[in-house]
């Protein structure tokens, strides 16, 4: 063996105790990341639900809110599998964000405006709800 490959083979050790190291470190900030992005996608909807039951005008059915708001958590659950599955559609989510501001603007929400709020929100996660 010539310098070069004995100085590399003296030091694998240290270079893969490095790198497994490096990817523990990696795994622990993934772990950390996924909990932190549900909390704050489950800390939105707390938000926005609270928001939606008190300011529910007429027309709007409390009960609707509360279940498409239990769908939102159901599939916050499951990030960021459900994300990867196709399940939660981040651009409908966006969509659903957007639309919410701009129909709360006045902040006053009409009934039509909560109705379809909800439905894009229940589109967003893959949730249909069937025909009565």
Known sequence: ???????LHERMPLIAGLLAA?????????FLQWYLIS??????????EDQ????APD???????????GHVRQALK????SYL???IRLKKVKAA?????????????????????LQMMNAAVGFRREEK
């Open 1 to 7: 063996m010539n310098f070069i490959q004995r100085a």
């Open 22 to 30: 490096i990817l523990v470190i990696m795994l622990i900030l993934f």
């Open 39 to 48: 909390e704050l996608f489950s800390f939105a909807a707390d938000l926005m």
């Open 52 to 55: 939606l039951v008190q300011q």
């Open 59 to 69: 027309g709007v059915d409390s009960s609707e809110i509360t279940a498409t708001f």
């Open 78 to 81: 499951s990030m960021p599998l």
């Open 85 to 87: 599955r196709g399940k």
């Open 97 to 117: 964000a957007d639309y919410s501001l701009k129909a709360n603007a006045d902040q006053y929400w009409t009934a039509e405006e909560v109705n379809t709020l």
